[in-house]
């Protein structure tokens, strides 16, 4: 079994970002990110200091916009339209879920398309579906497309089960798969949470994309001899050996799959990294095409 290092492709990826973002310094200009968070989830709160500190590292300006828990609709959308005008913001990602009271569809649609970095955007949903690359495309597919990429794994023609059918992951990742080109022509299946015979359509899969949110969910029964994984999860379960009170583990049983599958993601860093790092790539393009249009 080999492991997919999501920390290195991640480092790669970054390299390149650092050339663009020099480019554009030179002309004056500092890619900007605003990631607003709505309460208090610990998750959530870990994720956007991560996006922040990504950030700095790679010497781009962000804004981390922290707001509490009842927090209005109007008053975030408000905040969104002020980003929306910021000269020195490029990328607008509110942190999901929010909570309960705030209707994250109208918030999504607020936020302008053009500085819509999570892909979110009705108008960028489109554009994925349509094959048109003038969009943004949400950062976990992509993330996890660009894995199976840097270690060499085709998905033309690939039995691709993708299981899961959110808007963050799970749809798009299937919308990418289909694409045609590299990374794409793949034959593709969404299973989701009322799919029957679940086991046996993950066994017919040459990738299987885990991404269901539920810890431990995919074990050595779905799995087929010598497929690659790719495991979305961040999932925490309590630990009390641990400093935190709890651990990150996948939505598959890694220890249950690792001597049957080819190659796999770890969690954490396997899919996490390369989401902040898509993250980072599609500010850094949504400041350039502004800058270039304008
Ligand atoms: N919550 C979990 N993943 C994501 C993501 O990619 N973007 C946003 N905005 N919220 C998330």
Do not use: W
Not at 150 to 177: D, F, H, Q
Request: charged share 20%; aromatic share 2%; proline share 6%.
């Amino acid at each position: 079994m080999n492991l997919i290092d999501g920390k290195k492709a991640a480092a790669a990826i970054e390299q390149t970002l650092l050339e663009r973002i020099t480019l554009l310094k030179q002309r004056g200009i500092t890619p900007g990110l605003a990631v607003v968070l709505v309460g208090e989830n610990p998750a959530s709160q870990a994720y956007v200091r991560n996006k922040d500190r990504t950030c700095a590292r790679l010497g781009m300006f962000s804004r981390k916009i922290e707001l509490s828990a009842n927090t209005t609709q109007d008053q975030l959308l408000q905040l969104i339209n002020e980003l929306n005008v910021d000269p020195l913001i490029h990328g607008i990602l509110v942190q999901s879920p929010p909570p309960s009271h705030i209707d994250e569809q109208a918030i999504t649609q607020a936020i302008d398309p053009r500085k819509d970095v999570d892909g979110f955007h009705p108008i960028n949903v489109a554009k994925l579906a349509m094959e048109d690359p003038s969009g943004f495309v949400p950062c976990t597919p992509l993330g996890c497309q660009h894995l199976l990429m840097s270690v060499g794994i085709e998905t033309r023609g690939a039995n691709i089960v993708v299981v899961g059918r959110s808007l963050i992951v799970g749809k798009p990742m299937a919308l990418l798969l289909l694409r045609k080109g590299v990374g794409g022509d793949a034959t593709v299946t969404v299973a989701h949470s009322r799919t029957r015979h679940l086991a046996e359509i993950t066994r017919s899969a040459d990738i299987v994309i885990a991404a269901l949110g539920r810890p431990h969910a995919l074990g050595s029964e779905h799995i087929r001899e010598g497929a690659v994984i790719i495991d979305v999860g961040i999932n925490r379960v309590p630990e009390t050996s641990s400093a935190t009170g709890y651990r990150l583990v996948g939505d598959v049983d890694f220890e249950a799959v690792a001597d049957r599958c080819a190659a796999i993601t770890p969690v954490p860093g396997g899919v996490g990294p390369m989401t902040i790092a898509m993250l980072m790539q599609n500010t850094v393009t949504a400041c350039e095409r502004l800058k270039n249009s304008r």
